[in-house]
């Protein structure tokens, strides 16, 4: 078998006319299709595929997790959201973990049980369902093929059954096994092997069945603190049972005619715009995609939205700082042409764990609505603490939290985690009385390489003439800051050319490349659908009155889009 994951094959932009489904597996594809089919609309057919992924991928994602989402309602043109994230337990405080010995320059291993987070994305889920849902299926209908996938069984995928592998192997190496649960015979299951999970059926089960109080109270709420304690953590079933989700207004800004549409703080999608409003101010078109001068422009403005979103940005029920000054205090200085690397390297410098475990997936209806949505255990498995007879591992999200005191993101009791979970709506630059007219759904997984990745398949199909397929296809960079020897790191695709690369090391840049194989997983995994060819520079949308979705699925997943 070719273990090399090579990527020589090429693949069409799925169109159709009704709905449509992008994710990282094609089971969760179909059950969300299905769910379209059975009369759900977006929201509902999201959920269904985010309860799918759990069982398909569980090394990226699960009940054990959070999640992010963001819903188009196609009859009003309002964008709202759910702000998925739990917090830390109330007891963990900053003088907790300095009572434990740990200290910011010597912060807990990632797998340690005092960076679980109180899961939220199966409230996410009960939420997304009950505040935009279609209430034409119950809860238990949208999660049966999620159900039946952990209860039949399904042959596990290519990309999933190396993510598993590196997974387990990680916690090995930390000195940790994986529960049970999520193994065959206390081994990884390999590429077509069939895995059978029933304690997952069983809590998605009762979650359908009783909604929210089936997880936040009762069986799997004392699974998960009997296992978090018995590892010495301070996790309480008061902490599960008071979390609640938080409907968000997501923020966003204007570039070059369209309107990307990001969470709010405490996630990290501001980094994005960010992004985006320092690039606008280059003839990026005029540079040439992926060329030396295209990646050198992308690589300083990246360095500068990191530094921004790690420096201000947090919990905002911690932040003493609201939401428009930041926005403000981010953009004044952000809108000179030229970019300093001194600039760059001002304040805290971005050294958290990198990590692309996560999955994204989008939804689009017959009805004009669409749902972006994410789902993360963080880093693969998480922590690795399974709950007894849950089928789920619990995420390490509190790796994100900082121990420098009076930081934003400084860890506390009850507090949020800087979130790097970014799902994306994109509209049209509209003003006035007119609504927010739909052009995509898109996102891309990968801890910080999320908001370069939403830009660079943003500026693939808005200054490059891409389809969405090509948009996902194309080479991408990863700029990531190396704590170790205090430098930043450009990572390349293989694709992108060696003239390219040798003039950016002349201009200083410390390259990687060609990244290639599965190492291509740090560059993330994306999905979009699109709602017409805007993208399309030689087509006059005039002659294409009819609305057609164009969906593309990441090359780098094993997942795919479905339409109907």
């Given at each position: 078998?070719?273990?090399?994951?090579?990527?020589?094959?090429?693949?069409?932009?799925?169109?159709?006319?009704?709905?449509?489904?992008?994710?990282?597996?094609?089971?969760?594809?179909?059950?969300?299709?299905?769910v379209?089919?059975?009369?759900?609309?977006?929201?509902?057919?999201?959920?269904?595929?985010?309860?799918?992924?759990?069982?398909?991928?569980?090394?990226?994602?699960?009940?054990g997790g959070?999640?992010?989402?963001?819903?188009?309602?196609?009859?009003?043109?309002?964008?709202?959201?759910?702000?998925?994230?739990?917090?830390?337990?109330r007891a963990?405080?900053?003088?907790?973990?300095?009572?434990?010995?740990y200290?910011?320059?010597?912060?807990?291993?990632?797998?340690?049980?005092?960076n679980?987070?109180v899961?939220?994305?199966?409230?996410c889920?009960?939420?997304?369902?009950?505040?935009?849902?279609?209430?034409k299926?119950?809860?238990?209908e949208?999660?049966?093929?999620?159900?039946?996938?952990?209860?039949?069984?399904?042959?596990?995928?290519?990309?999933?059954?190396q993510?598993?592998a590196?997974?387990?192997?990680?916690?090995?190496?930390?000195?940790k096994?994986?529960?049970?649960?999520?193994?065959?015979?206390?081994?990884?299951?390999?590429?077509?092997?069939v895995?059978?999970?029933?304690?997952?059926?069983?809590?998605?089960?009762?979650?359908?069945?009783?909604?929210?109080?089936?997880?936040?109270?009762?069986?799997?709420?004392?699974?998960?603190?009997?296992?978090?304690?018995?590892?010495?953590?301070v996790?309480?079933?008061?902490?599960?049972?008071?979390?609640?989700?938080e409907?968000?207004?997501?923020?966003?800004?204007?570039?070059?005619?369209?309107?990307?549409?990001?969470?709010?703080?405490?996630?990290?999608?501001?980094?994005?715009?960010?992004?985006?409003?320092?690039?606008?101010?280059?003839p990026?078109?005029?540079?040439?995609?992926?060329?030396?001068?295209?990646?050198h422009v992308?690589?300083?403005?990246?360095?500068?939205?990191?530094?921004?979103?790690?420096?201000?940005?947090g919990?905002?029920?911690?932040?003493?700082?609201?939401?428009?000054t930041l926005?403000?205090?981010?953009?004044?200085?952000?809108?000179a042409?030229?970019i300093?690397?001194?600039r760059?390297?001002?304040?805290?410098?971005?050294?958290l764990?990198?990590?692309?475990?996560?999955?994204?997936?989008?939804?689009?209806?017959?009805?004009?609505n669409?749902?972006?949505?994410?789902?993360?255990?963080y880093?693969?498995?998480?922590?690795?603490?399974?709950?007894?007879?849950?089928?789920?591992?619990?995420?390490?999200r509190?790796?994100?939290?900082?121990?420098?005191?009076?930081?934003?993101?400084?860890?506390?009791?009850?507090?949020?985690?800087?979130?790097?979970?970014?799902p994306?709506?994109?509209?049209?630059?509209?003003?006035?009385?007119?609504?927010?007219?739909?052009?995509?759904?898109?996102?891309?997984?990968?801890?910080?390489?999320?908001?370069?990745?939403?830009v660079?398949?943003?500026?693939?199909m808005?200054?490059?003439?891409?389809?969405?397929?090509?948009?996902?296809?194309?080479?991408?960079?990863f700029?990531?800051?190396?704590?170790?020897?205090?430098?930043?790191?450009?990572?390349?695709?293989?694709?992108?050319?060696?003239?390219?690369?040798?003039?950016?090391k002349?201009r200083?840049?410390?390259?990687?490349?060609?990244i290639t194989?599965?190492?291509?997983?740090?560059?993330?995994?994306?999905?979009?659908?699109?709602?017409?060819?805007?993208?399309?520079?030689?087509?006059?949308?005039?002659?294409?009155?009819?609305?057609?979705?164009?969906?593309g699925?990441?090359?780098?997943?094993?997942?795919?889009?479905?339409?109907y």
């Open positions: 078998m070719d273990t090399d994951n090579t990527f020589s094959s090429r693949r069409s932009p799925v169109v159709c006319l009704h709905g449509c489904v992008a994710s990282s597996q094609p089971l969760a594809s179909n059950v969300g299709l299905d379209l089919k059975r009369g759900g609309n977006a929201a509902d057919a999201a959920v269904a595929v985010a309860a799918a992924l759990a069982v398909t991928e569980p090394c990226n994602t699960g009940p959070d999640a992010f989402c963001l819903f188009y309602d196609g009859k009003t043109g309002e964008i709202r959201g759910i702000n998925g994230s739990g917090r830390s337990p963990q405080t900053l003088e907790f973990l300095e009572g434990c010995g200290t910011a320059e010597a912060p807990p291993s990632p797998f340690d049980v005092v679980v987070t899961p939220g994305a199966p409230a889920w009960c939420d997304t369902v009950q505040l935009f849902g279609s209430h299926l119950s809860f238990q949208v999660l049966c093929g999620a159900v039946e996938l952990a209860e039949v069984g399904f042959p596990v995928a290519e990309v999933a059954a993510h598993w590196n997974g387990v192997a990680a916690l090995r190496d930390a000195g096994e994986l529960g049970g649960d999520l193994l065959i015979d206390n081994r990884v299951p390999k590429c077509g092997q895995f059978r999970n029933p304690a997952l059926a069983q809590t998605l089960k009762e979650l359908g069945e009783l909604g929210k109080p089936a997880f936040y109270q009762g069986r799997v709420a004392q699974a998960i603190v009997d296992v978090i304690s018995q590892h010495g953590g996790m309480t079933v008061d902490d599960l049972s008071s979390h609640e989700s409907v968000i207004t997501p923020t966003s800004t204007d570039y070059k005619g369209v309107c990307l549409w990001e969470p709010p703080p405490n996630s990290q999608g501001l980094a994005a715009l960010l992004l985006l409003n320092i690039l606008e101010n280059f990026l078109k005029a540079l040439g995609h992926n060329s030396s001068d295209y990646i992308l690589v300083e403005a990246v360095r500068l939205a990191l530094t921004d979103a790690l420096c201000y940005l919990d905002p029920d911690h932040v003493t700082v609201p939401l428009e926005l403000d205090k981010c953009y004044s200085h952000q809108r042409q030229h300093s690397m001194e760059a390297m001002e304040g805290v410098k971005p050294g764990l990198p990590g692309s475990d996560t999955v994204y997936f989008c939804v689009t209806d017959s009805q004009g669409a749902c972006s949505f994410i789902n993360s255990l880093m693969r498995f998480g922590t690795g603490l399974v709950p007894k007879d849950c089928g789920f591992s619990l995420q390490n509190g790796a994100n939290f900082s121990l420098r005191r009076n930081h934003a993101n400084c860890v506390a009791g009850g507090k949020r985690p800087f979130h790097t979970l970014m994306a709506l994109l509209t049209a630059s509209e003003t006035g009385s007119h609504r927010p007219r739909l052009l995509a759904a898109l996102g891309v997984v990968g801890a910080f390489m999320q908001p370069q990745g939403h660079q398949v943003l500026l693939n808005l200054e490059f003439g891409m389809n969405p397929q090509q948009a996902l296809d194309a080479p991408r960079v700029v990531q800051y190396d704590q170790k020897t205090d430098e930043w790191v450009v990572n390349l695709e293989e694709g992108v050319d060696r003239e390219v690369v040798e003039e950016l002349r200083g840049q410390k390259v990687k490349w060609p194989g599965h190492n291509r997983s740090q560059f993330g995994r994306g999905q979009i659908i699109t709602v017409g060819d805007w993208w399309n520079p030689s087509v006059n949308q005039a002659d294409h009155p009819t609305r057609v979705l164009w969906a699925s990441d090359p780098r997943a094993d997942g795919c889009a479905q339409g």
